[in-house]
């Protein structure tokens, strides 16, 4: 990584475990997993003890269980050897990796599928008969994020102790772990759990992506509270189609999963997704323009008395008996009032009473809250904002969101897509701009190993065949590389204008061609602002201004 120390693998590793740690045979790992219906069998020493999981050969600390996940290319069992040569005392392999294996001279935990029992096993080893914190779990195409940090909020204003794992940071007692998954691995959840538990935390918010639910890295986790945002179209390089898209999604929702279901019924999804669901449902119903939901299972709740108030919206949230929550956010957007009513009552349905919430709501103002990269002030005159909308429903929305009345006022958004995903959005994410922001800049985001010139024409040619073909004002054009983008936006910006600065929010390195680049759009804008003269008015990189596109 260019100008930074990374730390190593086994570094990595050491900071989501718990202290002291456990110990465990695999005889009584194997013997737990059976009673989660798991079948396993030991090759070797029986009452090895292990005080670990871990899936990265280059991370195993001494005394792990090296998990070997048969891979595309390779084998986990593969790397046995060096496992055992960082410490390993036992091996978790499927019948091929337990004979690929043999050569190591570790005992193994032999099951059907790794990825299948890896976290089950994970939650046997730290999991030791004790109560742990309470997991809230927020899923969704958008809106993730802020909403997480809504509800550590709330719990915060409570009184209680939170964690927080997602896509910006992992907190754990308060010590900051550096997040490089929406969530880690199954191990590694499981081992901050373990070491939240010790440390006393109540309730933990967790991020849950599709890539998460898809690769099992939430295995052997039961969520008291998940919380479904919405669906729009994304990572379909993963999943093929948005039905199964869908699908990914709605096993969270399963009853073996979670106990309580809150779920957005906004769209057709959200109402798909709530008819679905096995668990105890909440529908949530925040727009008001959209049909009602009496046909829907489970507890109806909406969002009613909608006001504009300063940035963000004063709103009530009614429910059954009458109950009414009234509620603040500071943070602009129509979809962020959403974010904020899901966290609300996620946070009402993991059983805090609503008059304790009420007076937090009326005392703390919790739902105004800082979130890096979400919908972030940089400036005020010209307005530039920089967020992580990186889809064409999150663009959509955060322009809309950041257009003032101002006669002659104008939105100006720089953007590109992300190289080796799904390349069908690129289009739509062009178009969407054209038809909401007058000026649109094209450029690079994260190209990875693609070449960065075809992803921004595929981008550019959206936007220029919707101006084409529907007669719209607005202008695009193509600047590379994005500082020099974001430069070219400061420099055309009068003091009425808005720039947005989407899709990386605040994410410092840009990846291309495997280098990280130092790249912080923050930083760029503040720069370009100051040498156009511009962005007069205080600074708020530091306002409660996030946006929902976690």
Not at 288 to 305: F, K, Q, Y
Request: hydrophobic share 45%; proline share 6%; charged share 20%.
């Amino acid at each position: 990584m260019v100008g930074n120390v990374e730390p190593t693998p086994q570094e990595a590793e050491r900071a989501f475990r718990p202290d002291p740690a456990p110990r465990v045979t695999i005889r009584e790992l194997a013997a737990r997993l059976a009673e989660r219906g798991i079948s396993a069998r030991v090759d070797g020493d029986a009452d090895v003890v292990v005080s670990g999981v871990c899936l990265d050969s280059r991370a195993v600390l001494p005394g792990d269980l090296y998990a070997a996940v048969p891979g595309a290319r390779s084998h986990g069992a593969d790397f046995a050897a060096a496992a055992a040569a960082s410490g390993a005392h036992a091996l978790l392999a499927d019948p091929a990796g337990a004979q690929r294996a043999q050569n190591a001279g570790l005992p193994v935990l032999v099951v059907d599928s790794v990825r299948a029992a890896v976290g089950p096993l994970a939650a046997c080893l730290y999991d030791q008969g004790e109560s742990g914190p309470a997991l809230l779990g927020v899923t969704g195409t958008n809106g993730k994020t802020t909403t997480t940090y809504f509800i550590t909020s709330l719990l915060a204003a409570l009184g209680q102790r939170t964690g927080l794992i997602g896509t910006i940071e992992i907190l754990a007692d308060g010590t900051r772990i550096p997040s490089v998954l929406t969530t880690p691995e199954a191990p590694q959840l499981h081992a901050l759990l373990g070491r939240m538990r010790s440390a006393g935390v109540d309730t933990v918010a967790m991020e849950v992506s599709s890539h998460s639910i898809d690769y099992d890295r939430v295995g052997g986790m039961r969520f008291d509270v998940a919380g479904f945002t919405n669906l729009t179209q994304d990572h379909l390089d993963l999943h093929g189609s948005m039905e199964a898209y869908f699908a990914t999604k709605a096993r969270l929702f399963d009853v073996g999963r979670c106990e309580r279901a809150v779920i957005t019924v906004d769209d057709d999804w959200g109402r798909r997704m709530a008819r679905s669901s096995s668990a105890e449902v909440f529908t949530l119903r925040t727009h008001t323009t959209n049909p009602g939901h009496e046909d829907l299972p489970g507890r109806a709740w909406h969002v009613a008395s909608l006001t504009p108030s300063g940035l963000g919206h004063d709103f009530e949230l009614r429910g059954p008996g009458g109950v009414v929550l009234r509620a603040h956010t500071g943070l602009p957007g129509l979809f962020n009032v959403s974010n904020a009513a899901l966290a609300v009552l996620m946070v009402h349905a993991s059983g805090v009473p609503a008059a304790d919430l009420q007076h937090v709501l009326d005392t703390a103002d919790p739902l105004t809250v800082a979130v890096p990269g979400r919908m972030q002030v940089i400036s005020r005159e010209p307005a530039g904002i920089v967020d992580f909308a990186h889809n064409a429903d999150a663009l959509e929305r955060a322009i809309d969101a950041v257009r003032g009345d101002r006669p002659g006022a104008r939105v100006i958004v720089v953007f590109g897509a992300t190289g080796d995903r799904d390349a069908t959005k690129r289009p739509t994410m062009g178009s969407v701009a054209a038809r909401h922001a007058d000026v649109v800049i094209v450029t690079d985001d994260d190209p990875h190993g693609e070449e960065p010139g075809g992803i921004r024409r595929q981008v550019l040619d959206g936007a220029l065949d919707a101006i084409a073909a529907e007669g719209l004002s607005s202008h695009a054009v193509e600047v590379f590389p994005r500082a020099e983008a974001i430069a070219a936006a400061a420099a055309m910006a009068r003091p009425e204008d808005t720039i947005l600065v989407a899709g990386r929010g605040h994410e410092v390195w840009q990846e291309v061609n495997g280098v990280n680049v130092a790249l912080d759009d923050r930083v760029e804008l503040r720069r370009a602002l100051d040498a156009a003269g511009s962005g007069r008015g205080p600074a708020a990189t530091d306002a409660a201004d996030p946006a929902g596109n976690g």
